[in-house]
Nanobody
Framework: QVQLVESGGGLVQAGGSLRLSCAASGGTVSRRAMGWFRQAPGKEREFVATITWGVPTTILYGDSVKGRFTISRDNTKNTVYLQMNSLKPEDTAVYSC???????????????WGQGTQVTVSS
């Protein structure tokens, strides 16, 4: 059973930066993809980014964050990060990390989820 714990959310002004962390424990994630999704009130869950643990590394980004967000991992800490730069008010959402046996943008393919962390971007 994999447990995922996110941290790093908070309140930031537009144009600012935040870094989210997702620590995995309780299971093997070395052959899994780790993804970030977000959900704003009244909106559907949106794919943000995903990264594979293994080599070669595969990274995918959602169109709305490409060029502003960077996903990375630290294998020694079983932790995945999401560096968010040039934040906009429309980035406000609950951000959740999840893991999947395949690299995909589809939320339904992710079988373990964290509890989520709130990111609020003020204008």
């Amino acid at each position: 059973q994999v447990q995922l714990v996110e941290s790093g959310g908070g309140l930031v002004q537009a144009g600012g930066s935040l870094r989210l962390s997702c620590a995995a424990s309780g299971g093997t994630v070395s052959r899994r993809a780790m993804g970030w999704f977000r959900q704003a009130p009244g909106k559907e869950r949106e794919f943000v980014a995903t990264i594979t643990w293994g080599v070669p590394t595969t990274i995918l980004y959602g169109d709305s964050v490409k060029g502003r967000f960077t996903i990375s991992r630290d294998n020694t800490k079983n932790t995945v990060y999401l560096q968010m730069n040039s934040l906009k008010p429309e980035d406000t959402a609950v951000y959740s990390c999840a893991t999947s046996p395949v690299v995909t943008r589809t939320a339904a393919r992710y079988d373990y989820w964290g509890q989520g962390t709130q990111v609020t971007v003020s204008s």
